[in-house]
């Protein structure tokens, strides 16, 4: 017995369902035929656009087929060929004569504030042998007002280096005075004589010269000794 189908069940192997799809759109051998609708005979509508949409890459057709532009370019870049990018700008160069040399190059000529002497003397005074440096440290530090920083930062170096060379010798000549032999004295103060004549030599040319050691003292000389008004 033959199963009842609705109108809605469209099998795909039915012959019945290609041939009535032909009828629908318009192709196949029962399209083809013609009869009379109104006194004239009916006709395939749309096939010249059809065609049109297909010759024609650009047009404004509903349906066209898609191929690359004339010239052969793609719409995406190759990632095997790298991309190209523009020239750097050119560097910004401040213009010359706004900024102040370096401190190295005018150091020495000018006088320091309330003290009077130059700057490179001023620095290398502290480092002075045989106790020389040791008061003219002191007096900087009372005199030169705190916007010296240069000046201010030898003086309270210079003056916690003469500081521990005092203590250090006061050592030496208790030794010698229990094993009755100066030696170490004697070379520890010439080697002191040395090494103050070449520190000297360095500030006075401008180089830097910081103590490690000895930078936690002279930060607290610089912060506790104020100048006097």
């Known amino acids: 017995m033959e199963t009842k189908r609705s109108k809605y069940d469209t099998n795909p192997l039915d012959p019945n369902v290609a041939r009535e799809t032909e009828r629908v759109w318009g ?4 399209a083809s035929q013609t009869g009379n609708v109104s006194g004239g005979a009916t006709r395939r509508v749309g096939s010249e656009s059809r065609e049109a949409a297909k010759s024609e890459d650009y047009s404004e057709a509903p349906t066209r087929t898609f191929k690359s532009p004339p010239s052969g370019d793609s719409s995406y870049p190759s990632v095997f060929v790298p991309p190209t ?14 900024y102040r040399r370096p401190l190295t190059q005018d150091f020495g000529s000018r006088p320091v504030e309330r003290l009077g002497l130059p700057e490179k003397w001023a620095v290398a005074l502290p ?3 045989m ?7 002191i007096l900087e530090l ?7 920083v240069r000046v201010r930062g030898h003086a309270a170096q210079g003056l916690a280096l003469h500081l521990a060379i005092v203590a250090i010798d ?6 010698a005075a229990i094993t009755g032999s100066s030696a170490g004295g004697s070379i520890f103060r010439f080697a002191t004589f040395i090494f103050l004549i ?14 490690a050691p000895l930078k936690e003292p ?3 000389f610089n912060k506790h000794i104020d100048p006097r008004k």
């Open 198 to 211: 070449i520190s000297m030599i360095r500030v006075f040319q401008g180089a830097t010269h910081r103590i």
């Open 170 to 175: 006061l050592l030496f000549t208790a030794v």
């Open 142 to 148: 009372l005199l030169v007002p705190r916007n010296e």
């Open 218 to 220: 002279a930060e607290w």
């Open 27 to 30: 192709e196949g051998e029962e």
């Open 127 to 129: 480092y002075a042998p």
């Open 131 to 137: 106790y020389i440096g040791l008061v003219a440290s």
């Open 85 to 98: 990018y523009a020239p750097p700008a050119e560097v910004y160069k401040p213009p010359q004569g706004i």
